[in-house]
Nanobody
Framework: DYRLSESGGGSVQSGGSLRLSCEVS????????VAWFRQSSKKGREGVAA???????NYTDSVKDRFTVTQANVKNTRYLQISDLKPEDTAMYYC????????????????????????WGQGTQVTVSS
């Protein structure tokens, strides 16, 4: 079985930074696309960043220039680097993955297609105070 787990969330002040980690067990991310979603009571669920198996990325407009999704030196980990955090970034952050042959950057952030993701982590909370 493959499993995802996130870590790295926390409580920070506005303008701060965090690095979230998404780790897959039982495999490496070489053949998977990964997306980060967040969910809050104010905004609902939102796709924020995605990385396909070729290393190409996509971001929702509200996080461009602040969020960066990267590959770690170890092949079973992906990072979401978040800088210049704002109170509106407060949410539970989830990583999700699906095999690369089924994914496309054109829709990876589309919450209407989240049922295509077969793997989800348990989430990590990010809280930003002003």
């Amino acid at each position: 079985d493959y499993r995802l787990s996130e870590s790295g969330g926390g409580s920070v002040q506005s303008g701060g930074s965090l690095r979230l980690s998404c780790e897959v067990s039982g495999d490496t991310f070489d053949r998977w696309c990964v997306a980060w979603f967040r969910q809050s009571s104010k905004k609902g669920r939102e796709g924020v960043a995605a990385l396909d198996s070729s290393g190409r990325t996509n971001y929702t407009d509200s996080v461009k220039d602040r969020f960066t999704v990267t590959q770690a030196n170890v092949k079973n980990t992906r990072y979401l680097q978040i800088s210049d955090l704002k109170p509106e970034d407060t949410a539970m952050y989830y990583c999700a993955a699906l095999p690369h042959e089924y994914c496309s950057l054109s829709w990876l952030l589309d919450t209407r297609k989240i049922e295509r993701f077969g793997l989800w982590g348990q989430g990590t909370q990010v809280t930003v105070s002003s």
